[in-house]
């Protein structure tokens, strides 16, 4: 869920009627995952930094206004946390349910089929309808950026978690993403002249790639080819990514 915190000093609170004891600095959510239980998300991840953009992982915590992410609230002694109520279970389908509506409905024919975490966090919030519609939405006439030689950006895909743009700059140190415009019309931007990966400072590591929860980002291998049956991870002196074949 989030990154693991270095602390040596001890937190104790309860996180759905269970006492969990973690590092003092760890996230509600991270917590609330070391104590079996699992809260939806999709912009977090365990090697870089919360940023809170998704809404997904929304919790109840006593005492607390509103509904605070739990990837971005860090655990405290003595807090008494929820993280499934009728409430919160509402919210998180209208959040999804903003997302399938800007989301191409092909998921039988795509690359991320069955290995998808928008598909899974659908399914885990319990959506069954999009009450708004899927016309006039973002996602029906983006070009693909297929620039680069080893992957391809489908912006069509993107829910602009950001996941690619933070493991960029965080895992690799090369900052060759951004996010351009705001609101409903934010799309992640390689930058420079042409806008694509290619002319960007993209050193194709990959990071972005292993980061992204669709397929907006993904090998050209696997959308040409499918799947590889097993894969093996490396991780070498070059850089931190930690390659997968
Ligand atoms: Fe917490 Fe996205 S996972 S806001």
Do not use: W
Not at 21 to 32: E, F, I, L, N, Q
Not at 190 to 219: I, K, R, W, Y
Request: net charge negative.
């Amino acid at each position: 869920g989030t990154p693991e915190s270095q602390s040596t000093e001890k937190v104790t609170l309860t996180i759905d009627g269970r006492a969990v004891t973690v590092p003092a600095g760890t996230s509600v959510m991270r917590a609330a995952s070391e104590s079996g239980g699992h809260i939806p998300k999709l912009c977090a991840t365990d090697n870089v930094k919360a940023f809170g953009s998704c809404r997904l992982c929304l919790v109840e915590i006593e005492g607390a206004r509103g509904t605070p992410a739990s990837c971005t609230t860090p655990v405290a002694d003595g807090m008494v946390v929820k993280t499934q109520t009728p409430r919160l279970e509402k919210l998180r389908r209208g959040v999804m349910e903003l997302y399938i509506s800007d989301h191409p409905l092909d998921c039988l024919t795509c690359s991320a089929n069955n290995d998808c975490e928008l598909q899974d966090e659908a399914a885990a919030v319990g959506l069954r309808d999009v009450r708004y519609g899927y016309e006039g939405a973002n996602h029906l006439d983006t070009v693909d950026d297929t620039s680069n030689p080893y992957f391809a950006f489908q912006p069509d895909k993107c829910i602009v978690c950001s996941r690619c743009v933070r493991a960029c700059g965080e895992v690799q140190g090369t900052f060759a993403l951004t996010v351009d415009g705001r609101g409903f019309a934010s799309v992640i931007s390689a930058g420079q002249d042409e806008d694509n990966f290619l002319s960007s400072e993209c050193v194709s590591c990959g990071a972005c790639v292993q980061a992204c929860p669709t397929s907006a980002l993904m090998e050209k291998s696997v959308t040409e080819i499918g799947k590889p049956e097993r894969s093996v991870v490396t991780t070498c002196a070059y850089c931190g990514v930690g390659c997968t074949f």
